[in-house]
């Protein structure tokens, strides 16, 4: 899986800045403020994201995504748990599959492989036969809201 300090953290801070969400970075292993997964996996509190080195992008993605698709009364009581219902979940993957070709040195190939490394399960069998064969209420979901 690749780790956002691979990636370069600035090109996750400029990506999630424009979502009005900051990056927060967390110093070797120590642990991640908000983390719902804990040891590496990204951690959401308030309006920051909250990252190592070694947090894997998708991580990154997945929980900056929760925020971008919550509404602003739920993101005041953000605390490690970003909440949602199952189909808000789906558009959260779905937007984070979006997102991956905005990141310079990313790609949503990489997401695909990365998600699938990490267990993320679909019917379908991969991130990828999800998105492209399985996802159409996820960018439903985003559409009615204005966010794909």
């Not at 990636?7 to 009005?20: D, I, K, Q, R, T």
């Not at 925020?67 to 558009?91: P, Q, V």
Request: aromatic share 8%; net charge negative; proline share 3%.
């Amino acid at each position: 899986m690749t780790p956002c300090g691979e990636l370069g953290l600035p090109a996750l801070e400029v990506l999630f800045a424009s979502h009005g969400l900051a990056l927060v970075v967390v110093a070797g292993h120590s642990e991640i403020p908000g983390s719902y997964w804990g040891e590496s996996e990204a951690g959401l509190v308030g309006e920051q994201l909250h990252v190592r080195a070694d947090t894997p992008v998708h991580s990154a993605l997945h929980e900056a995504c929760h925020y971008i698709c919550m509404d602003a009364s739920r993101r005041k009581a953000l605390d490690t748990d970003a909440g949602g219902d199952d189909l808000e979940e789906s558009a959260v993957c779905y937007l984070q599959c979006l997102l991956a070709d905005r990141l310079p040195g990313y790609s949503r190939e990489c997401l695909f492989a990365d998600m699938d490394a990490w267990g993320y399960s679909f019917r379908l069998g991969s991130a990828r036969a999800w998105f492209e064969n399985d996802a159409e209420d996820a960018l439903a979901w985003l559409e009615q809201r204005g966010l794909a």
